[in-house]
């Protein structure tokens, strides 16, 4: 099997960016030798659900926390809100609702004394969402922290994150540890945040059933880079799946116009390809004395191809 | 062999200045053997002292360690026990099986019974992380012994005459062994984790393990550590509640400590205090008599006592580095700087409670001892623990990242404080009380205040942390 790759340019995504929540340029990032952000540029405007997609290691984890500030950066710049992240800048802070990826928060403390305390330092915090969101997530208030669940503690920092009612909700792989059910429920929460005006959520995941549900904006890390930043719908719009078939096999790939990665699998070559014209496709397939078939790939399968 | 070899290099790497301190040991107890045809019996005697010290806390290092390591998911490892137990049996001919053979080839007297006490004050450190009931049952033998010394010596001489005196010092290791091991195999629940910048001094039976883990706790542990939480919650939900009545920076600040320091609420201190008083008065009055006690000793030991709360503090910061990005989106401060002085501020507590702790037991001492002159004692513990308590903590915000660094820093500090304390006690008789104490504040306060303004600028200068650390 052999593949060949090619990037789809990066495409603004509304012309919004004089508004942007977040502006990053020129961001890189490096763990001792290994280089894990490579100049990252990316615009994330309001009101929008945007999916973090990318392998393991690809440096989603690492984007996210120097976003917020929580790991220095090597070179570039990240504007938060319309000002520079050189300092967190006080009450923007309360602006964002993070969940981290692993969830260690103080174990020895109680989950009603913990979020009390969170909840003092912030000038607006939602009780009753906070208070229903650990009814229905049945979460003990008197439990400490250590003795949850890895799963209970997931929906402990959602709550947390959510209950401020934050203008930019960062999360990162947020349901990896939870049960379908609450990954629903936490789905529908979500949404109903993202219903007041200008409410924008990052999210980082591999469960890409939940960036469909959200329609989200789908970002592409890969090599420490952004490859693109598009909605969904034109992802699923543009985005086509060429299937040649022939008996005799493929020794190498068949070049066609929009080709983003072919995969060549036995007596079939699969063509990922933008903005495909049905004709031209047609045409390649009789020249290679191949039959054609033209699917619409999901977004896992788009994530598998591309990531 | 490479997981037996990665087993025994365990204690080295948890804690590395104590392993490399006692290998040497081990190596100047086996030049001292080499020199017995040379020097005379007289020399092993000297290396049996060092086999026995070392063997004792080399083992009590290997039970923390394994400790820590034997949890449920390492028995899943291919052949945990057997590689475990090959271990054991390397580190029984290093400490015991090859000294006691040196010591038959070059006929020193009563080799075996050395070799045999060896091995016993091996398990008893084996012990001391895992089954520490054991070790109450070896500190009722130090009362007896304490009480009726005669008898003692007696019974101490005839065990040493008697050829029962090898089988029965190795059966009780062989007991000894089996129950801690069991202890340590044994697969429980998890404990609840505490506080990483929970102190961990004695009093509190709370240590975690090496590795950061909880400790696994006995009954009576669970109900004092249990009688602590209730009293942080208490306190927190006090604290909350002024804050909200009246925010202010003052409460801000002492709510942060509340969660940083849970168990540094007036209650806890002292309930801490209580324990400690408790467990000193009886180890002085019960295992080593008063009147066997030096003054000053006792005040550097106050010291020692009081300064042990740091080592944790600055293992603790580490490990909670993940935890306090929360912290940090929570304070939301204004700049990076001033969420560093927040920390240092809710930090800077740990000066004051230590002052007073070591004030506490110097005070106790003084009594258990019937000092001659608890004024200078005291007036000596207050100024050097003020100074050292300063240093303490400012080496441990800024200082190194490394165990082994840690750990040559906090022997170090607790040295030079008690090394500080013996100086400050002569100073204030050559000098008398108003001169001398007078002398001390600028010198040890003059050399804590300097250390910690220049700690604060370089931590201050630092940015915030939230990576978890490597080790």
Known sequence: ?307 | MRAVWQLWLLPCRQLQVGAVLLQLVWLVAAVLLACVPAAGAWVAGAAAMLLGFGSWFWFTMLGLGLRGLCRPESFLLPDFRRRLAWVGALQLAQWALLPTLAALLLRVPHALLGGAAILLLAALGLAASTARYLNLLVWGLFVLAGWQPGLASQIAKAVIASPWAVPLALLLTILIARLSLRAMLRIEDRETDSSPLENAQLGRARAGNLDGTPARRGKLARRIGAIFDGTSQRAMEQALARYRRKPSWHLRMVLVRRLLLPHDNPQALALRLLLVAAIVTFYVVAVMHRQRFNAVMVGAYAILLGLSRFPQLGRGMRQMRPNLADLYLTLAPRTRADYQQTLLDALTVLVPITVLSTLAYTGLGIVLTHAAEPLRMLLDAAIVSAGASLTALAVHLIGPEGSFGRGLVDIGVTLGAMAAYWGGYWLLGALGHALGSGVLLLLTLGFGLGVWTSARREYLRRPPCFDAPLA
């Open chain 1, 1 to 307: 099997m052999s593949t060949v790759t090619a990037t789809a340019p990066t495409t603004p995504v509304a012309d919004m960016q004089t508004a942007a929540v977040l502006r990053v340029r020129g961001l890189r990032k490096a763990f001792k030798q290994r280089e894990v952000l490579r100049g990252i540029d990316w615009d994330v405007p309001p009101g929008r659900v945007i999916g973090l997609l990318g392998r393991n290691g690809a440096g989603k984890t690492t984007l996210l926390r120097c976003l917020l500030g929580l790991s220095p950066l090597d070179a570039g710049t990240v504007e938060l809100f319309g000002e520079p992240m050189t300092e967190p800048g006080g009450e923007r802070m309360h602006r964002i609702g993070f969940v981290p990826q692993t969830f260690d928060l103080f174990p020895w403390m109680k989950v009603r004394a913990y979020l009390d305390f969170t909840a003092a330092f912030y000038a607006h915090w939602n009780h009753a969402l906070a208070a229903r969101l650990l009814g229905d997530w049945e979460l003990d208030p008197k439990q400490k922290i250590g003795e949850l669940s890895q799963g209970q503690r997931q929906k402990l920092a959602i709550v947390r994150a959510i209950a401020p009612e934050p203008d930019l909700l960062v999360l990162d792989e947020p349901v990896a540890s939870l049960d379908p059910q609450a990954r629903r429920a936490f789905m529908a929460e979500l949404l109903a945040l993202m219903q007041a005006p200008g409410k924008t959520v990052i999210f980082s995941t591999h469960i890409t059933a939940d960036l469909e549900r959200a329609d989200a904006d789908i970002t592409l890390l890969r090599d420490g880079a952004i490859q693109f930043t598009r909605p969904l719908a034109e992802l699923r719009e543009r985005m086509r799946r060429a299937v040649l078939t022939r008996s005799d096999g493929w020794p190498q790939a068949p070049a066609t116009a929009g080709l983003l990665k072919a995969t060549l699998k036995g007596d079939e070559a699969q063509l990922l390809v933008e903005d495909a014209n049905p004709d031209s496709l047609h045409a390649l397939a009789a020249r290679e004395g191949a039959t054609l078939r033209i699917e619409t790939p999901t977004l896992e399968d788009l994530f598998v191809e591309l990531a």
